[in-house]
Structures are given as C-alpha cells and as structure tokens.
C-alpha cells in the first residue's frame, strides 16, 4: 500500500526532487520542474543575488514548490551555518539542504562538520536535509542531532555513475528510520527507478536532466522512473534469483 | 609529496620532449579517448600532432565533460585596471616600464565611477588588475579599493604582482575570493630572457604565488601561460600540471587554467611561437580531458567569432565588456591599454551570445561568508 512521503511533518507530493543548477536557461529550468510535478527543488544561495539586474532564478520556480536552498560553496561547518542563515534572510526558508565540500576534484561531501553543521541549525529550526557519505555510524549522528532526512550519495556529482554505493544505501534505508533520499550520481531514469525499488524515500537529480539534450523530456523521464520505482518497491517484488528456476520443481509430478 | 611545484617541473629537465611528440602516433591518442582519468603522458599525447587529426572527437568528449561538471553554463566578469605603474620590464607588456606610456593609478573617487559603469552592465564579478609597483599601487590601497567594491560586487579577484601568504591573507580578509596569476612561460630559461629586470625577475616566487595563495586560503586560484612566448605544448603541458598539482595539494581551492595568447600592444612585441585557432582549440580540449574539474577562461583577447565557437569545447568564464585601460570605463582621461581587445562586444552583446549558443550566462555564482 502506497504512503505519502512525510519530511517534517510536511506531507511531499513528489518523490522525485530536482536541482536547479546546470541549466541552459531559467526558463527550461521553469519548464523541467513542471514537466517533472517535482514538489521540493534545490537551490544554491551563491545563485540567488538580492540586487540582481538579470533575472533572478527565485522567480522561475513555481509557487507550489518547497524551495530548499543549499550551502553550495561551503568549505565546513561554520560557512554551512552562516549561508543557511543568509538564505532565511533572503527569505527562502527553513528548508536547508547542507553540502559541505572540502574537496573540489570529488566533490566528495566533509561527513563530521555536515553533522556539526546539522546540530547547530537543527536547533534553530531549520529542517536540515544532509548531504553525506552513506556511513551508517553519520547516519545515526545525523539523525541524533535532529536532520529531518538523510541524502546519501549514489556516486559523486555529475558522474552519472547511478547507484555505485548501493550495499551502504540498503543499509541505511533499513537501519535509520528518517527518509532516505539519494542524491548525487544518478545518471538514468533506471538509476532512478533503482533506488527507489531498494526503499529509497526519494531521489534528487540534477546533472542528468539539466545537462541531457532536452531537460524537459529528461526531468518527466526521471519523474516516471521514480513513481515506477516506487510501486516496484511497495508491491513486494519477487527476489531476483542466481539461477532459473521453473515454477514447481519439486512437486510438478503431482499435477 | 613534492614540496612545491617547482620540483615537479624540474623532474621534467631531462624529459625529451621532442623525441616524444615524434614518436606520438594516432593509435596512441585512440588509446587515450577511452580513459577516464589521464596520466601526464596521455595529456602531452593529446597534446601532439598525433592529436590534431582526433580534434574534433576529442571536442565531443570535452563538451561532454564540461556539461556533466558545469552544465551549459558561462559565468561573466569584467577586468577593472586600478593601475599601470611598472617596474618590471617584460619584453611583451605594454606596461612595461621603459614604455613612454601615460602613467595613472585611480583614485578612489575615480574608482567609484568605474565601478558604477560595470555594475550598470549587470556584471557582478570584477577582476582588479595592477602593474607591479608596490610604491604607487601598494597593499594598503589594493585593500582599500577592495573594501569599497565589496558593496557593489558578489566576487572580487585580483591579477596583481606576487605577493606573501600573509599578504594574501590579508586580501582575502578585505573581500577577494579569487586570484589570477600567469606564469607567462615555464621555460626558466626563456622566463629569465625576458624579465631581465625589476622583481618579476624571480621565477620561483612568481611559480610559488598560487601555492601561498592557497595556503592563505583563497577560494578560486586561476593560472596560465602566456601563449605565443615558447612553444604551446610543453607550455600548456606543465600550465595543466601546474593545476593538477593545485588540485592534488590543495583540494579545497577552485583551480581555474585560462588561455591567454598575445595580442599586439605598445611596444610591438612580436611572438616567436605563435599559435593557430585550431592549435588554441586543441589545448583547451586537452586541458578540460586532463582537468575535467577545472574552470576555462577565455578573455575578450580573442575575437567573437572565436570565443562563441569555443565555448562549447569546455569554457566556463568569458570576460565581458572588457576596457584594459586604466579609466577605461569612465574616465575621459583614461590611459593606453595593456593591449588590444578583439572582441569589444557589450556585456548585454556578450550575454545575447552566449544565450543564442544554448547556454544560460551567469553574473552572480558567489557568496563571500568569511
């Protein structure tokens, strides 16, 4: 039986959510997210500029969105906090999605100041949504210091590798009780649809549809997968087997 | 670990390079096509001769990669030249200082009026450039202007002479993200010929000034050399070496490569290694292979036609509007250029292009939180 998706207290239409960086313009971008019915939407704050002459990307996100700025730009915990905080200011929100990234080759996220990150701006209301490394041990830490999901990552940024660290995602999804979304590396709507048929709360996606030929096609494409995958998951499949088996072996004599 | 980079270009001192360019052949770059992460010979490789047959593949996995990394995205900035006082006297500027040139460093009365003219075009970016004089342009004043930009610019970047780690660091607490600083050759030899004088003379304090940057803490550190002074595949070579070893070293900074070739100025410098389009074209998709990370500048010191046409072979960052005079923006009194601009395209000119090329441009990508 199919739930609604529930992030603190706040019921999401959409399992599938969408970055909004890489895009060719603002108004694909407008284009992709409704094309995809996507609820909540990423937004780096270093994009957003309050005395901006040029467009501004805020204006191009439907107003039915939960727009969740996030730290992109943030070499440790105390750069998260402050932009975090930048971004109330400008009034996007209690929704913060905290990248922490020290490393600008991998992209690869800092797990111990994303949770020193969390632990402060959890307590001044925000609903924290971390990006990490799947550790199981940071999961819990996360979880400790009051973040309203876990994001691990699949494989790193704009890869497109899809789920490379899928035995550590499993055993998050099974081990921490908050939504587990997979963020970062999926590269297909079958990457997609895989992450959501091993229990993923959701999946976020960015690169692959902001940089596919056509981002609008991409982004429904990518939603598809997500509600596919999703039912796959609810309906209880069958485990895939290492060997054929036919339907009775064993008492097929008796028919 | 090396400890600077210094050392590893000097394990190349015995490398022949001619010897390896020869015996590059096109199954060898083939090779090369299909590998994830590059070795420093499979970039000299796509480097070679042997390459110049694949170019147009090896665009089509550059282009790939730039997507997959930075989207279809073109950040914008503009130079703002502060000052053309020089004690240097480098064969191919036209600031050097045995050219009779008007001299002038802004006030920050003038300053305040360029700045008003950029930010009017919508650019959010300025690039402070400076002759090495540390007399008429010293730290204090660099800083001073710094501080008053803050307020109407989200990134501040500095081209300037080298400075100490404590230096730097004190720029950074001022407001700058960003540092730009070529090499002009990493040939010491050919280095030396044509800085006889004045302290750019130094090649290792010059080499060194990202590493110190870095240590200071700078967000984004852009490197290159000056193209046409010396043969541009070993130049291009260590320029990507120069930034792998940034990367490797320093994980936390944005490493930017730009491709700066000479342009005619004052004085006449003519290049003894110029190079083609298509070989310009060459080292920047060989550049983004071997740095898939790496943000590409490319200057209004290339032609229109030229910039557009490259953009979707890996560039991320075009200057727009370019004035490289001193007051070129909005003094009447405004000074000679350091060179000549080719492409005197507008910023919404600028901007109109790289939106008819597919891409979204960018003003704003920078929040300065320290």
Not at chain 2, 299 to 308: D, F, I, V
Request: aromatic share 8%; charged share 20%; net charge neutral.
């Amino acid at each position: 039986m199919e739930t609604q998706l529930v992030i603190a207290g706040q019921p999401i239409r959409s399992r599938f959510f969408l970055g909004t960086g890489k895009f060719p313009s603002y108004q694909i971008m407008k284009e992709a997210i409704i094309a995809s019915s996507a609820h909540i939407v990423t937004v780096a704050l270093r994009r957003i500029d309050p005395q901006a002459k040029e467009e501004n990307i805020l204006e191009y996100i439907p107003k039915d969105c939960i727009v969740m700025a996030n730290t992109s730009g943030a070499r440790n915990a105390d750069e998260a906090i402050r932009i975090a905080r930048l971004a109330r200011a400008l009034g996007c929100g209690d929704w913060i999605k905290i990248e922490v990234i020290p490393d600008n080759k991998y992209l690869l996220p800092d797990n111990a100041q994303t949770i020193k990150a969390t632990e402060v701006l959890a307590k001044e209301g925000f609903i924290v949504m971390p990006y990490v490394n799947p550790d199981l041990a940071d999961a819990r830490r996360l979880r400790d210091a009051g973040a309203a999901s876990i994001m691990p990552l699949g494989a790193p940024i704009g890869t497109n590798k899809g789920l490379c660290t899928r035995e550590l995602l499993k055993i998050l999804i099974a081990e921490i009780e908050l939504p587990v979304v997979v963020d970062a590396g999926i590269g297909r709507p079958s990457h997609a649809a895989e992450a959501m048929e091993i229990g993923a709360a959701a999946v976020l996606v960015n690169t692959a549809v902001a940089a596919s030929d056509d981002p609008v096609l991409a982004a429904r494409a990518f939603s598809l997968a997500v509600a596919a995958g999703r039912l796959g998951y609810v309906s209880g499949m069958s485990p895939i087997k290492e060997s054929p088996q036919s339907s009775s072996p064993l008492t097929g004599f008796l028919c | 670990m090396p400890i600077t980079f210094y050392d590893q270009i000097v394990k190349f001192s015995r490398f022949d390079f001619e010897d390896f360019f020869r015996q590059a052949a096109p199954k060898d770059v083939e090779r090369v096509m299909d590998k994830e992460a590059l070795s420093e010979n499979d970039f000299l490789l796509l480097l070679s001769e042997a390459a110049f047959g694949s170019l147009e593949l090896l665009a089509q996995k550059a282009r790939r990669i730039t997507w997959g990394n930075f989207g279809k995205v073109i950040q914008l900035y503009a130079p703002l030249y502060l000052s053309n006082y020089c004690v240097n006297d480098c064969a191919y500027c036209g600031f050097k200082h045995s050219n009779p040139i008007t001299r002038k460093c802004l006030s920050i009365a003038e300053l305040k009026e360029e700045a008003k003219e950029i930010a009017k075009s919508g650019i959010r970016h300025v690039l402070l450039l400076t002759g090495e004089s540390r007399s008429q342009a010293p730290l204090a004043y660099i800083k001073e202007c710094v501080i008053l930009l803050k307020k109407s610019f989200s990134m501040i970047s500095v081209e300037i002479y080298p400075l100490s780690v404590n230096e730097y660091a004190e720029l950074i607490a001022a407001g700058v993200s960003g540092l730009t600083i070529y090499q002009e050759t990493y040939d010491e030899r050919l280095y030396s010929q044509l800085h006889r004088q004045g302290p750019k003379s130094d090649y290792r304090f010059r080499l060194m000034a990202p590493e110190r940057a870095a240590q200071a803490g700078m967000r984004q550190i852009n490197i290159g050399a000056l193209l046409g002074l010396s043969e541009f595949k070993k130049e291009v070579f260590f320029t990507g070496l120069h930034g792998y070893w940034l990367e490797r070293y320093y994980p936390g900074i944005e490493v930017g490569v730009s491709f700066p070739r000479i342009q005619p100025q004052v004085g006449n410098f003519s290049p003894a290694n110029p190079l083609s389009d298509r070989q310009l074209a060459q080292a920047i998709v060989a550049t983004r292979i071997f740095l898939p990370h790496a943000g590409i500048t490319l200057s209004t010191r290339e032609a229109k036609e030229l910039r557009s046409n490259l953009i979707g072979l890996g560039l991320t960052r075009l200057s727009a509007g370019s004035r490289t005079q001193v007051g070129g923006y909005a003094l009447s009194d405004k000074t000679e250029g350091q060179f000549e601009i080719a492409d005197t395209s507008s910023v919404d000119a600028v901007r109109h292009m790289v939106h008819q090329k597919g891409y979204q441009p960018v003003f704003h990508d920078w929040l300065n939180v320290i």
